[in-house]
């Protein structure tokens, strides 16, 4: 089995990657989406999303880091993947399921899904560019409206030549509404004999095996999951797996004591001091859904201004 952390825009950043990375569980990162409108970005945009290209493409703990593109472009698609690869990108993952209205209206995520040819060509035209040097991946939904194409949009990507699939179990239309159709990506699986990675709603172990057994997928991507128990990755698997893994999971005090404080060091070293004030208000809403200590950690910082004021309820170097 292998897990991968899904991207999420305005949260996963190299700095989250990084922490995932260290706490284990996960097999592969993918950055935030980088948008491709209109021509070829510079090599400093790949930088901003993935500093991990400074160390071939891979977390400092060693754990390959894709760069994940969005748009419909063919030609411009595949020369920024060529660029990304040319930088050091280990892989690229093309999304097709944002569901937000204005990349939308632009032709580029979850809008493709609705003509699955003009997946396929996305896909082709950068596996034909990259695809003899890295791997290249595709993220989709179950559709945009309904979930009719469903097994279309799985053949187009491996028609063009994605060396993998991760699919969100929902519609575009769907956004992020419960409950996740799990049994739809059986549909999918079965059509196309490339691996797939089931996601959508997978919160706890449990889940895990009834997604499993429901999409007969032997692949997790997690996203709001992890961000809210950073060690679920590693419990599916030491739970899942015949073989486990060394750690059974992280408590609150691994967290409040050495997680929190490294994440607000390295977020302000790396952006600033008001975007780690952002980030850990951000974190300790959504641990608080695991943790109910990280809720009143949240409820005392949620109205501070400045980072130094939670140094009274967070221990870091001020
Ligand atoms: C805030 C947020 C940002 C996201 N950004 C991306 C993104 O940049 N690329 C992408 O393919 N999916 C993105 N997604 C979708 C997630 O990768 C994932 O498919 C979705 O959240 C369902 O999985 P989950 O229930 O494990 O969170 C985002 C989701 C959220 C909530």
Redesign the pocket.
């Known amino acids: 089995m292998k897990i991968q952390l899904?991207?999420?825009?305005?949260?996963f950043d190299s700095v989250t990657r990084d922490i995932f990375s260290q706490i284990g569980g996960f097999d592969h990162f993918v950055t935030?989406?980088i948008r491709v409108s209109a021509h070829l970005l510079p090599s400093s945009v790949f930088y901003r999303y993935c500093p991990e290209l400074h160390n071939q493409g891979r977390t400092r703990h060693g754990d390959p880091v894709f760069v994940?593109l969005l748009g419909s472009d063919y030609e411009l698609m595949a020369l920024n993947a060529e660029r990304a690869v040319d930088l050091g990108a280990p892989g690229i993952d093309l999304?097709f399921?944002?569901p937000a209205k204005r990349v939308n209206q632009h032709e580029g995520g979850a809008r493709l899904l609705q003509e699955p040819e003009r997946v396929e060509g996305v896909v082709s035209a950068v596996a034909k560019r990259v695809g003899s040097r890295v791997p290249v991946t595709a993220?989709v939904r179950l559709g945009y409206e309904n979930k009719d194409h469903c097994v279309d949009i799985a053949k187009a990507a491996e028609n063009g030549g994605a060396t993998h699939l991760t699919v969100?179990a929902r519609t575009k239309i769907e956004g992020?509404k419960p409950p996740?159709h799990w049994h739809y990506i059986a549909k999918m699986k079965r059509a196309i004999s490339i691996p797939v990675y089931a996601?959508?709603?997978?919160w706890t172990v449990e889940d895990a095996k009834r997604c499993l057994a429901l999409s007969e997928c032997e692949n997790l991507?997690?996203?709001?999951?992890a961000f809210s128990n950073p060690s679920l990755a590693l419990e599916i698997k030491s739970q899942l797996l015949t073989v486990p893994a060394p750690s059974p999971g992280l408590s609150w005090q691994d967290l409040s004591g050495h997680w929190l404080p490294y994440f607000i060091e390295t977020t302000r070293q790396t952006y600033s001091d008001q975007f780690a004030l952002h980030r850990t208000k951000q974190w300790t809403k959504n641990l608080g859904r695991q943790f109910p200590e990280a809720l009143d950690v949240f409820e005392s910082i949620k109205r501070s201004q400045k980072l130094q004021e939670l140094s009274s309820v967070l221990t870091f170097r001020d």
């Open positions: 899904a991207p999420m825009e305005g949260v935030e989406f994940q999304n399921g944002c993220k969100h992020y996740a996601n959508g709603d997978i991507a997690l996203g709001r999951s």
